[in-house]
């Protein structure tokens, strides 16, 4: 076996074991990190779908309060809108007034309202909650990834980058001699 043929074995060799070990730190890293994420953020995912559908629930009845309290206050049916016996405003400011009106009428249903919006809020903070969680936690994770992992991509890098370095000027002192390619006239 001539120098060439062991120099590009060699070079092949090299080549596909810097390869292999990049493609597998790059897998491992990624895919560990990928996951570490996807584990933590399960929980605030779980608060966030909670928290649209306080949303929903508290927005779709309030437009059905809020339109059933217009209908009444077209009536002017006020023996309908169930206010609190020892409410101190007049009949006829309440028809006069419709902001005052509507907050005054149907007491039972508009504190049910105010409970889903209150459980919004609740929501919405526990979500903030997490999140801050979630960035105070895993700052020195995030920090240690992006210190560490692109340095092992860098490194092999330049490992390849040595490789076809070398590659280059072996090929630029190897001499063309044809009596080494005679096996390819012989094919």
Same mark, same amino acid.
């Given at each position: 076996? /001539?120098?060439?043929?062991?120099?590009?074995?060699?070079?092949?060799?090299?080549?596909?074991?810097?390869?292999?070990?990049?493609?597998?730190?790059?897998?491992?890293?990624?895919?560990?990190?990928?996951?570490?994420?996807?584990?933590?953020?399960?929980?605030?995912?779980?608060?966030?779908?909670?928290?649209?559908?306080?949303?929903?629930?508290?927005?779709?009845?309030?437009?059905?309060?809020?339109?059933?309290?217009?209908?009444?206050?077209?009536?002017?049916?006020?023996?309908?809108?169930?206010?609190? *016996?020892?409410?101190?405003?007049?009949?006829?400011?309440?028809?006069?007034?419709?902001?005052?009106?509507?907050?005054?009428? &149907?007491?039972?249903?508009?504190?049910?309202?105010?409970?889903?919006?209150?459980?919004?809020?609740?929501?919405?903070?526990? /979500?903030?909650?997490?999140?801050?969680?979630?960035?105070?936690?895993?700052? *020195?994770?995030?920090?240690?990834?992006?210190?560490?992992?692109?340095?092992?991509?860098?490194?092999?890098?330049?490992?390849?980058?040595?490789?076809?370095?070398?590659?280059?000027?072996?090929?630029?002192?190897?001499? &063309?001699?044809?009596?080494?390619?005679?096996?390819?006239?012989?094919?």
């Amino acid at each position: 076996m /001539c120098i060439r043929d062991r120099f590009m074995g060699d070079l092949h060799k090299k080549l596909g074991e810097t390869y292999k070990t990049l493609k597998e730190s790059f897998s491992n890293n990624f895919t560990r990190f990928n996951d570490f994420y996807y584990r933590e953020t399960q929980a605030l995912g779980e608060q966030l779908e909670a928290r649209k559908a306080a949303l929903e629930s508290h927005s779709t009845n309030e437009k059905k309060l809020c339109k059933k309290k217009e209908t009444l206050f077209e009536q002017k049916n006020i023996s309908k809108w169930k206010l609190d *016996p020892n409410l101190t405003i007049t009949v006829e400011n309440l028809l006069k007034n419709k902001d005052l009106a509507f907050s005054e009428m &149907l007491p039972d249903e508009s504190l049910e309202i105010q409970k889903l919006k209150m459980c919004y809020g609740y929501y919405n903070n526990k /979500c903030v909650e997490e999140f801050v969680r979630l960035i105070n936690k895993n700052k *020195p994770v995030i920090k240690d990834y992006f210190e560490t992992v692109p340095s092992i991509y860098i490194e092999r890098e330049m490992c390849l980058q040595r490789i076809w370095t070398d590659l280059f000027k072996k090929l630029k002192g190897i001499s &063309l001699n044809p009596n080494e390619f005679q096996f390819l006239a012989s094919e």
